[in-house]
């Protein structure tokens, strides 16, 4: 049967492990946790660091506001097609 950690949990462990006051052999006997897998929570930190400090609300905005645009002129372009095929029947 597999353990599911909660990410609270995780964030516990693997900042320990990023301290290094303790070796990850003593944090896996402490926490019951296999020393790989502390080692995949330390390193998964320090590569989501970075992130944590960037600015992804102003990205998301960016990207929905050119595909908000790209669709308004995809429905432009299609009620133009729309009018056109009307007239020719």
């Known amino acids: 049967m597999r353990k599911n950690y909660s990410p609270k ?5 693997a900042l320990e492990a990023v301290k290094g006051d303790l070796s990850l052999g003593e944090l896996s006997s402490r926490y019951e946790v296999h020393p790989t897998q502390i080692g995949r929570w330390r390193k998964d930190l320090l590569s989501g660091l970075p992130d944590i400090f960037s600015d992804k609300r102003r990205k998301r905005d960016l990207d929905t506001s050119t595909e908000q ?7 432009g372009r299609l009620k133009v097609e729309l009018d056109w095929l009307k007239k020719k029947v």
């Not at 949990?9 to 462990?13: E, H, I, N, S, T």
């Open 9 to 13: 949990f995780k964030a516990k462990v």
């Open 69 to 75: 645009s790209k669709l308004y002129e995809e429905i």
